[in-house]
């Protein structure tokens, strides 16, 4: 029994928070982030708008683009770092009631930016297992809700959305993932870190006044780390596969920042054509953000059926990931 990448669909809520926005909000320019990032606007959540909200309409998107009802799937698995509930319930668990799915196993996991690509691992050893036959893995991030809106480090780098998709088992080996890598070194735990609330910091006046409940990261560090382990992972998987990078019709890099994604692009010596490239628009989602991406490809025609992704992402952990699958889905 193989795995395949059998569905996509996203979430992307309508409010814009565009670069100028956040020029009334700190001491930032429209010019200095584009510089910088490559972002122009990212998406807001509504008020009323949770994670599971978005990460529920991707699904029912991904599960109807798979031809399937929601009774067939048999495990869900949601990554994010922004969960309705920070200790309990599962937002999977939450996620399958919204769809109206009872009685199966659904769980979340934590990876952070590298989440989406974890859960297809996981996925694809369910099914490769023979455990289960439909796994449905959805990417979503209320980020918005653990960005500090005065500090202009990390505000103007973060977005909303959700992505989702369905791995499912097949016999033809033309549509199996080819192969999926996902690691982490926690040695470089306080690059990216939301300190409360947890164990070390349970919710209290001390995390409220030193705002302990936004994410803080070392954006410098983080940076030159994100280049160099991105292009080592995706040289690996390719070597590994006797792939060679012109050969990719599709690179879809995790969507932190245009200038990473520029430079793991210039060391891969990928075309322009081949590199797929959202953070213009959406600004970094985390788990979101590759699923997000290749719905991205697939809703413009530009993702067809059999062809192959390459993907690779990196986020906080540290935990970096790639896979190398075709797109096994019908083309839209
Ligand atoms: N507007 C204007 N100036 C700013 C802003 C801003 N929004 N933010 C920082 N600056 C200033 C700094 O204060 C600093 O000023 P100084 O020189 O007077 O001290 C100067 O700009 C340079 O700051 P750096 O942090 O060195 O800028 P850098 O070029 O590294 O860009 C950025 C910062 C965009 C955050 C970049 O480091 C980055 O993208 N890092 C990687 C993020 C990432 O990949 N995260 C991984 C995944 S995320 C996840 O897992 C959830």
Redesign the pocket.
């Given at each position: 029994m193989y795995a395949k990448f059998h569905s996509i669909g996203a979430y992307v809520p309508s409010k814009v928070l565009s670069n100028e926005d956040?020029e009334k909000m700190?001491?930032?320019?429209n010019e200095?982030?584009l510089k910088?990032?490559g972002i122009k606007e990212r998406r807001i959540a509504g008020d009323n708008e949770v994670t599971s909200d978005m990460a529920t309409k991707a699904s029912k998107i991904a599960i109807e683009r798979a031809g399937l009802e929601v009774t067939d799937i048999d495990l869900v698995v949601c990554t994010t770092?922004t969960p309705d509930y920070f200790n309990m319930p599962a937002t999977a668990c939450i996620i399958s009631d919204k769809l109206g799915i009872k009685n199966v196993q659904a769980f979340d996991i934590s990876a952070?930016?590298?989440g989406f690509v974890y859960a297809l691992s996981i996925a694809k050893a369910f099914v490769e297992s023979g455990m289960k036959k439909h796994v449905l893995i959805v990417g979503a991030e209320k980020?918005s809700s653990i960005v500090d809106y005065t500090d202009?480090?990390?505000?103007?780098?973060?977005g909303d959305g959700a992505g989702a998709a369905v791995i499912s088992a097949t016999n033809d080996k033309s549509e199996a993932f080819i192969d999926v890598h996902a690691s982490a070194d926690g040695s470089y735990a306080d690059?990216?870190v939301t300190p409360a609330p947890g164990s070390i910091h349970p919710v209290s006046q001390k995390v409220i006044d030193e705002g302990l409940n936004f994410?803080q990261?070392k954006?410098?560090e983080?940076?030159k780390l994100?280049v160099k382990t991105l292009t080592k992972d995706v040289k690996n998987i390719l070597a590994k596969n006797a792939i060679n990078s012109e050969d990719i019709p599709h690179f879809i890099p995790?969507q932190?920042?245009y200038?990473?994604i520029k430079a793991v692009g210039d060391a891969l010596k990928m075309r322009e054509d081949q590199v797929v490239v959202t953070v213009h628009k959406y600004g970094?989602t985390?788990a979101a953000s590759i699923p997000m991406a290749i719905n991205d490809i697939y809703e413009s025609g530009r993702l067809k059926k059999g062809e192959l992704m390459l993907l690779d992402t990196?986020?906080?952990?540290l935990?970096w990931a790639s896979a190398l699958l075709p797109f096994a889905g019908e083309t839209l």
């Open positions: 956040l700190v001491e930032t320019s200095w982030i910088r990032t770092v952070a930016c590298s980020f202009r480090s990390t505000c103007i780098l973060f690059f990216l994410v990261m954006g410098n983080t940076f994100a995790h932190a920042n200038r990473i970094n985390s990196f986020g906080g952990g935990t």
